[in-house]
């Protein structure tokens, strides 16, 4: 009779047991995002056109305007201009921009520039907010 009992008392216990874990699991957090029902935000904004100045032009005034097509799903732009292609000697960065043109002014003679313009679609899944870059560069004359 013993034996029964403690049988009935090991299995009530793990039974219990059981049901609070699966009640735990619910509240623990995945590794995994959820599956996103709207696809449309798992959709990075597409690469802008660079239009001026073209790639590897020399620029002979000491201002350049920057300019690049508009992106109509990005929200606004990440730009970068700098005097490494690494982007490690920023002369401006703006994370927020939300014109098609930037002028540069200052340019120092005989250097290179490098600029590059992603567009940002800020209400997106995490991971697909901001685009692709796409880079350029110019040389001051």
Known sequence: ???NTLVMAVLSLVLFSGAAHAAEEEKIPTLFPPKLAD???STRPPQAVLLEPKPLAAVTTADVTLKWNAIPTADHYVLQVATDPNFKWPVYVDLNYKETSYDVKGLQK??????RVAGVKADN???YTQGFYTSSSFEAK
């Not at 005989?110 to 600029?115: A, L, S, T, V």
């Open 1 to 3: 009779m013993k034996l």
């Open 39 to 41: 696809h449309s935000k």
């Open 110 to 115: 005989g250097q290179f520039y490098f600029w």
């Open 125 to 127: 899944t995490p991971g």
